[in-house]
């Protein structure tokens, strides 16, 4: 099984990316520079963008 190197853009861990990883194909191509974003980044990005989207609670006095 071949493994690949990948760096998250927004953390900075590395990775090792399986042949059997989604992002496996987008990385190993020479031809262009894939960007890869880790299961917990882009969770967190995606929770963070949600939680704005809501609108605040009325308050009461």
Do not use: W
Not at 21 to 43: Q, V
Not at 44 to 51: F, L, M, W
């Amino acid at each position: 099984m071949d493994y690949v190197e990948a760096k998250c853009m927004l953390c900075g861990k590395v990775y090792q990316l399986g042949e059997d990883d989604k992002d496996f194909k987008k990385i190993s191509d020479p031809n262009k520079p894939g960007t890869y974003i880790c299961d917990l980044c882009a969770n967190r990005v995606r929770y963070e963008s949600d939680d704005k989207k809501k609108h605040p609670k009325p308050q009461s006095n």
